[in-house]
């Protein structure tokens, strides 16, 4: 993540550490050969993150007490990066995939909750900060060089590396959260740290983010264990983390592009909703299958006009009332006023 940390600091951090904490101006007399910059106190050197995008440091870069190599700094930048422009990048695009992809007819869902999607929104920025907190630890030692992260293609261990990094990822990743995920169904685990993502029975896309901040930090944790293990190259962390999120807004919009057996799309995920035990896995089937938890879409919540009749709710709620009973106890949550009364008769 150093090279999103680069980016920040050119364009942003670089000025506000140097607002905040001012470097000590350099001894009249001293020159370039004592210090990086002739007009501060600062040996810091420039050395791009990486190759592909080389961007020359403002005098700003050498003008606070924290260099850009500060741990101290790093810690606080990815902190506000992975916090505020995390929270930026969720809501720009689960907006997009609101507007544009989700069915408004799912508002009349017996199991859509009064004031859904602002109890959604305010979840995830609650959990945002301290995840934020949480992991920027992880990527200030991946920073300093305690991963196996490279820079340039020529670095891989060998030439296929470049590609096979890419699905070895996935599958690493999904494998690793498929256990995590189930092991926060564990019923002491569960009503302390889970449930209050599967207070959304029906999820609409800003329920991708809104999970217990130490929840959400258990299941990222294989996207930063993975370069402590295996070699992972800079541009390819940067594009792999950002279509983790995208994928994460994917499959809680609601909308089942294909019936894929291999594939955990938004269906299987709605499913792990509705029916709370099945599906655990981040993008395949594979370990939900071997460790018996798969539950595959039923081929009408493939046909939009069966999926959101009202004779399929039915069957869908007589189901997940069920099993929410056995997992939960009393279902505590608040549904829409109107649809409170269609149940009571």
Known sequence: MDVVLEVCDQFLFDYMYQWVLPA???????????????????TWQYKPATEYLPLTPSPAAYGSLWSRDNPWRQGVSFFLILWIFGFIVYFVFASLSYLFVFDKKTFEHPKFLKNQIWLEIKQANEAMPIMALCTAPLLVLET??????????????????????????????????????RGLHHPWVYKRL?????????????????????????????????????PLQKVAYVALFVFINFWTIMIHDGEYI??????????????????????????????????????????????????????HWEKEVKVMEKIQLEVEG????????????????
Not at 165 to 170: E, H, S, T, V
């Open 24 to 42: 000590r101006p350099a001894p009249s007399g001293l020159t370039n050969q004592n210090f990086a910059n002739g007009t501060s106190m600062s």
């Open 144 to 181: 300093q060089g305690y991963g196996f992260l490279y820079d340039k293609l020529e670095d891989a261990p060998w030439p296929w590396w470049n590609w096979f990094q890419i699905p070895l990822f996935l599958f690493f990743t999904d494998f690793a959260i498929y256990w995590i995920h």
């Open 194 to 230: 889970h449930k209050p993502h599967h207070k959304w029975i029906m999820p609409t896309p800003f329920a991708s983010h809104a999970f217990h901040p130490l929840d959400g930090y258990a299941q990222s944790l294989p996207y930063h264990i993975f370069p402590f293990i295996f």
């Open 258 to 311: 294909a019936n894929n057996p291999i594939i955990n799309g938004a269906a299987c995920h709605s499913i792990h909703h509705l029916a709370f035990n099945y599906n655990y896995g981040q993008y395949f089937t594979l370990w939900d299958r071997i460790g018996g938890s798969y539950r595959a879409p039923e081929q009408e919540m493939f046909q939009k006009d069966v999926k959101m009749s009202e004779e």
């Open 330 to 345: 009393e279902d505590d949550r608040e549904y829409e006023p109107e649809m409170e009364t269609k149940k009571r008769q």
